[in-house]
């Protein structure tokens, strides 16, 4: 159809609008409609539009959300998608755009304009498996406490990516770009944490080996002992421990912040005063440990064994649980 008027004879459906030719040399904001536009054609076209997708329900009842395609590759989706967002923005509606192109989409940003290289999409505390997103386009994402278990993360873009809380399950990330991906509070098995090109990423500090570890330990509970006068301070702050034993252990005062804590066992230890600010205690075992006085605040807690904890303050000292 080369006419409005024959489009409608050839489509069942009611044609809502028309939609005028666009030229832009600006690839990352095509035809986005600005303040003040003198494209008076193109706005006009776009407050018709508007009209006519507001009066499609009842007086009472109108469209809530919309889903915007179309049969080929660039028929003007994202340019349609921005602009009706803006023109329903300016008459008052509240109006969230999502874009849902996971491997060539574009979504606004400040100012009207959309941008091809910031994607923000969120993920956060989401159940994955098996999801296949190779080659996606991720950067800045939110994987934060994501449940990722065969998902494929082959080839995808995740530059900035935030993987804080999540935990990974046999992930597949070869090929995948992780400048700056955050891994320090990620959760990940042995087939996870070796694949990829992890030399770029953020990740946590290593866990101390055996030996260091009883070295760690002793040294503490002299500190404790002597009043902090001899010995040292534990300090495991950003350490992966994930699976580390420490059951009876004294480790009051300790220092776990930000660290991932998943599957640890700290039953019946002692954890008075210890900090624990941002921590990930996935699945700890802190069954009739004494956390009294301890900072918890940010810390995950998610499936973690709590039977017969001691919590509140510590007797002579102005300190009580924090959560």
């Known amino acids: 159809p080369t006419s409005f008027g024959e489009l409608e004879e050839i489509v069942e459906e009611e044609v809502l609008g028309q939609i005028p030719m666009v030229r832009s040399k600006d690839k990352a904001s095509p ?14 076209a776009y407050r018709n539009l508007r009209s006519s997708i507001t009066f499609l329900g009842t007086p009472d009842k109108h469209p809530k959300t ?57 993920f956060r505390n989401a159940v994955m498996r098996g999801t296949n997103l190779a080659d996606c386009k991720l950067l800045d994402c939110d994987f934060e406490g994501a ?26 990330f070869g090929g995948a770009n992780l400048s700056d991906a955050d891994f320090r509070r990620a959760v990940m098995d042995e087939a996870t944490s070796s694949n990829g090109d992890m030399m770029r990423a953020t990740k946590a500090r290593r866990a101390p080996g055996p030996e260091r570890l009883k070295r760690m330990l002793d040294n503490h509970l002299v500190w404790i002992q002597t009043s902090q006068r001899q010995g040292e301070r534990a300090d495991f702050s950003h350490m992966d421990l994930s699976r580390t034993d420490f059951s009876r252990s004294v480790l009051a005062s300790a220092l776990f912040k930000g ?16 900090d624990f600010r941002d921590a990930i205690l996935l699945r700890a075992n802190l069954t009739r440990a004494d956390l009294r006085g301890a900072d918890l605040r940010g810390a995950s807690l998610k499936e973690a064994l709590q039977e017969g904890i001691r919590t509140g303050e510590m007797l002579g000292v102005n300190l009580a649980t924090r959560t």
């Open 147 to 172: 449940s990722m278990s065969g998902v494929s993360l082959s080839g995808a873009d995740l530059r900035g990516a935030n993987f804080a809380g999540a935990e990974l399950i046999g992930v597949q």
């Open 31 to 44: 035809g986005i409609i600005v303040e003040d536009d003198t494209r008076h054609a193109l706005v006009e």
């Open 259 to 274: 660290a991932i804590l998943a599957d640890v066992s700290f039953e019946r230890a002692i954890l008075a005063a210890a």
């Open 66 to 122: 919309l889903l915007i395609t179309s049969a080929i590759p660039s028929d003007g989706k994202s340019m349609t998608s921005a602009n009706l967002a803006i023109t329903l923005a300016r008459s008052g509606s509240k109006v969230l755009l999502v874009d849902a192109d996971l491997r060539r989409g574009v979504v606004i940003r400040a100012g009207n304009k959309i941008s091809s290289t910031r994607e923000n999409s969120t």
